[in-house]
C-alpha cells in the first residue's frame, strides 16, 4: 500500500467525522492514494482499438499533473522526469484530459488523419 505523505490527509483519513467540509488542497501530489480499476481487454478488444480521437500531450506541457487527476480510465502514467505519458492500448479517447489540461497542451487528434496509425 502506498505511503500517504501529506500530513493533512493523513488527519482527513483518520476519521469521517473529523473531516472539514471543505477540503482543499494545492497541487496533485497532496491528493490521498485511492484504489482504480485499470481497463482491461474486453469484448470489444482493448479501448484504443474503437477511439476515434487521440490526446497528444505536447511540448509545452508543464507536468503539473492535472490531467492524470482527471483521467477516468487511469491511463496517463507519470515517467520518471515528472513528465507524462497515455496509454494508447487503453485511452478512450473521451477528451477529459485535453479539456482539463489548465495550459491547453493536449490536443485531441482524428485517429483517422494520424499516419502511424
Ligand atoms: S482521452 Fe480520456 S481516457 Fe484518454 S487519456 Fe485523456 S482522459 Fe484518459
Ligand atoms: S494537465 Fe496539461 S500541462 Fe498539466 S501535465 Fe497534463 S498535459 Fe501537462
Known amino acids: 500500500m502506498a505511503e500517504i505523505k501529506s500530513e493533512k490527509w493523513k488527519k482527513i483519513n483518520k476519521s469521517k467525522k473529523e473531516r472539514p467540509e471543505i477540503q482543499e488542497y494545492k497541487d496533485w ?65 473521451c477528451g477529459i484530459c485535453a479539456k482539463e489540461c489548465p495550459t491547453n497542451n493536449i490536443e485531441m487528434l482524428r485517429e483517422s488523419d494520424i499516419k502511424d496509425g
Not at 482504480?36 to 482493448?46: A, N, R, V
Not at 484504443?48 to 492524470?68: A, H, L, M, Q, S
Not at 487511469?74 to 505519458?85: A, H
Open 29 to 93: 501530489e497532496e491528493l490521498s492514494p485511492i484504489p482504480i480499476s485499470l481497463p482491461i481487454k474486453g469484448s470489444m478488444g482493448e479501448t484504443g482499438d474503437w477511439r476515434t480521437f487521440r490526446p497528444v500531450i505536447k511540448e509545452d506541457c508543464n507536468k503539473c499533473g492535472i490531467c492524470w487527476m482527471y483521467c477516468p480510465e487511469g491511463v496517463i502514467i507519470r515517467k520518471e522526469d515528472g513528465s507524462f505519458e497515455i496509454d494508447l492500448k487503453y485511452c478512450k479517447g
